[in-house]
């Protein structure tokens, strides 16, 4: 499996996600983690993304993020990025993430600039499973309190690459039955 998580500016305008036009906003970084069965990381990477629909950084995304908008005029668009990660995924098409939103910032950006993303590319919502198989609630919980009731160790939170490496140590610790996450025929493909 790979966890991904991704980063992403923000549009200015306030727009309802309901409306078919919504764009969650350009990507500006890329971390993902490939894991054994066990969740162990036996691979990382992570790539800074210049954005060019939503080029200047909001305020917000600056101090959430620590990105600056210097670090990303000097990286590539997606338009690049992404076909170099997509190499680096392989053949591994199932990945995990914290949410949901990840998908739809991935497929959004995608589509935006025009870059198609594998038939078999399929999104298990790694914080759904940990809130219902073991903490036994509904509702959301946010990955640093659930590194926290892991007791395991977070660093470097809303950098994509430590939040994909501390969802991997929260799986690790807890060791689910990963048949059944592995199992996109169980989970259902997005």
């Known amino acids: 499996m790979i966890i991904i998580d991704l980063e992403w500016n923000q549009s200015p305008v306030n727009a309802d996600e309901d409306d078919p036009d919504y764009f969650v906003g350009d990507i500006i970084e890329i971390g993902a983690v490939r894991t054994d ?5 036996t691979d990382r ?9 939503i080029p200047v950084l909001s305020a917000s995304v ?3 993020t620590r990105i600056s ?7 590539k668009p997606l338009s690049e990025i992404l076909p170099e990660f997509l190499e680096w995924c392989g053949g591994d098409m ?8 990840d998908e739809k910032a991935l497929r959004q950006n995608a589509d935006l600039y025009g870059i198609d993303l594998p038939e078999e590319m399929s999104f298990v919502d790694l914080q759904e499973k940990f809130d219902r198989d073991y903490l036994y609630e509904e509702q ?3 990955l640093s309190r659930a590194v926290e009731i892991m007791g395991v160790r977070i660093k470097g939170a809303h950098d994509a690459l430590y939040d ?5 140590l929260v799986f690790e610790k807890w060791r689910p039955d990963t048949l059944e996450i592995l199992n996109t025929s169980e ?3 997005k």
């Open 187 to 189: 989970e259902g493909q």
């Open 164 to 168: 994909c490496i501390n969802t991997a």
């Open 94 to 101: 199932l990945f995990g993430e914290w949410g949901t939103s």
């Open 37 to 41: 069965a066990g969740f162990k990381v």
């Open 62 to 64: 600056k101090k959430l």
């Open 45 to 53: 990477y992570r790539s800074l993304v210049r954005p060019v629909e």
């Open 140 to 142: 959301r919980c946010s």
């Open 69 to 75: 908008q210097e670090e990303l005029r000097m990286q």
